[in-house]
């Protein structure tokens, strides 16, 4: 297939990954002409750590965790994509091998760009280096508000923000919110940095104080501006507890 077959056939594929779906005409073309779909099945390793990357690999469809492993091979998951995000952008704009590994744990069907391809387009169109731009300040982002979160958030306060965040992302404004997890609740928990009893335990205890209710991996958020709330009053509390530990 040549670069034109593949532009036409790609083209809508690209417009579907949020980043990339109002870019111009002509780089979008570009691009969707250095790409190729991929298919990958629950289970497979997608990126290795230490690994080259081949292109900046785009999420249609099912669900990637982002995890990397310590030296005694304990797993921490870092994130867990669902379509619409990329990743791999710094590995292949520093040219460095990948420091984390990717793993399909659904059926996957991602669109992989180039590293060369996107390279070309970057030196070529301003919009594409704003678009890579973008996506580097929300990686970073997202990481800030990790490192907040694990060195400044109680178990619970993590699980609450979590669930606001994910109440957030529907596309009505309504108070109330039904998330289901995107995933197993130990890969939740892992990513939030607790144990994946912490997790169901502190769960229900949300449940017992009326701001959700659970339904297997579905959870019914009464009141997202409650939710949220309660999250800031246990962290004041535990502010108070420390200045009060610190008087004594």
Same mark, same amino acid.
């Given at each position: 297939m040549n670069d034109i077959d593949r532009a036409f056939n790609f083209l809508p594929y690209l417009r579907e990954v949020t980043p990339f779906a109002a870019l111009g005409d002509e780089p979008a073309r570009f691009i969707a002409g250095g790409s190729q779909i991929r298919a990958a099945p629950r289970g497979q390793i997608l990126c290795e750590k230490g690994s080259r990357s081949t292109g900046l690999q785009c999420l249609l469809e099912g669900r990637i965790k982002l995890a990397a492993l310590s030296a005694l091979g304990t797993e921490r998951v870092l994130d867990i994509l669902q379509p619409g995000r990329v990743f791999? %952008? &710094?590995?292949? =704009?520093?040219d460095e091998p990948c420091p984390v590994f990717a793993e399909s744990i659904s059926d996957c069907r991602l669109l992989v760009i180039g590293r060369e391809r996107i390279h070309t387009a970057i030196a070529e169109w301003p919009e594409v280096s704003a678009i890579m #731009?973008? %996506? =580097? &300040?929300?990686? $970073?982002? !997202?990481? $800030?508000?990790?490192?907040? &979160?694990?060195? =400044?958030?109680? &178990?619970?306060? !993590? #699980?609450a923000d979590f669930l606001v965040k994910q109440g957030r992302c529907r596309a009505d404004a309504s108070d109330r919110a039904v998330v289901v997890l995107p995933a197993a609740k130990a890969l939740i928990a892992s990513s939030l940095n607790i144990s994946a009893e912490t997790f169901s335990r502190e769960l229900r205890?949300?449940?017992?104080?009326? #701001?959700v209710e659970i339904e297997r991996r579905t959870i019914l958020i009464r009141s997202l501006d409650r939710l949220a709330a309660y999250s800031l009053e246990e962290l004041g509390t535990q502010g108070a507890e420390a200045v009060a530990a610190q008087a004594s």
């Open positions: 791999g %952008l &710094a590995a292949v =704009l520093l #731009l973008r %996506l =580097l &300040a929300g990686d $970073v982002h !997202r990481l $800030v508000h990790d490192l907040e &979160a694990c060195c =400044l958030m109680s &178990a619970r306060q !993590r #699980l205890e949300l449940a017992r104080r009326g #701001l």
